[in-house]
């Protein structure tokens, strides 16, 4: 992975001259992250190349974070011309990695996730823009767009939108809270001090307390256990207040979130040749399922049935590489 060309300048900048610069695994986006270590001191330099990326809703969101008192990088220093962040190191531990080690800590360490989304939950909201319909809607029809091509399947996207628009109808009522939007496993971080970090926020919205569960809990990296789902989601109504509906909302949310997740899946492989993404396909598949057996979903859930059969959505999809 090559250094960004102005790299060195902007770590002279920010009083990193001479720093050593090792690059990190990427994620989905254009990012790209690098650990800088200079003596005993290090950080980790983000890569957020406009016109592709804007580093500065990550820095907003960061500071809105840590004011509010939670454990977020703090920013060293910025050069948003060339999308150049230097933000705090938190090191390689996270919440997916020590639990594939110890999977005895599993319920301890979501219980501390979950902490995290009931304390937003009592936080003023951020003064971002909010989750509504244009934004669910366009992120559903990833499914239409991406998937069923690479299936061989054409659907009316006018009654695809508008069954979708019936089913969401119900969740804008709800509390509004600040969603961090992609908050599981991955973006968790185990801090040496015992907190954990939150990282990956820059996409957050002001939408229903329920989604970021949804990220946590039905993880599209990680298996989560049916089981151990419902404890967690026992344990957020035991630390806060929720309605009647809530279950409803969080199987909803569940089943938008699940479906656009198939179709970004869909579109890294075929638009952007990151074909591993494929894999956790199934994963998905499994997870919407079971939210549409939720009876809020039940004429989304018939859509499926007649349009994306069983078959279909459990077969190897062929990827020319």
Known sequence: MNIPEKAVDFLSEVDWAGAQIKPLAGDASFRRYFRVNKEDKHAILMDAPPPHEDPKPFIAMAQYLTGA????????????ENGLVLIEDFGDQRMREHLD????????????????????????????????????IREVNLLPEWYLPAVNIECDA?????????ALAPIYGAKKVTVLR??????????SD??????????????????????????ARRDVSPELEQKMLAYYGQNIEVDRDFLDHYA???????????????????????????????????????????????????????????AVRYSKISVQK
């Open 69 to 80: 008192g939670f454990r977020a990088p703090q920013i060293y220093g910025s050069n948003l």
């Open 101 to 136: 080690d110890a999977p005895q800590d599993e319920e301890v360490i979501y219980k501390q996730a979950i902490d995290i989304i009931v304390k937003l939950a009592a936080t003023k909201p951020a003064d971002i823009p909010s989750y509504d319909e244009e934004i669910y």
């Open 158 to 166: 006018i009654i695809y939108e508008n069954l979708w628009k019936e």
């Open 182 to 191: 992609d908050y599981h496993a991955e973006n968790a971080m185990l801090l």
């Open 194 to 219: 015992g907190d954990m970090g939150i990282i990956d926020f820059q996409d957050a919205l002001v939408g229903h307390q329920a989604y970021d569960l949804v990220s946590l809990l039905q993880d």
């Open 252 to 310: 909803i949310l569940g089943a938008q979130r699940n479906a656009k997740i198939i179709g970004i899946f869909a579109r890294l492989c075929f638009r952007d040749g990151k074909h591993k993404y494929l894999d956790y396909l199934p994963r998905m598949w499994r997870l919407l399922e079971r939210d549409l057996q939720n009876p809020a979903l039940s004429t989304i859930k018939n859509w499926f049935d007649e349009s994306v059969p069983n």
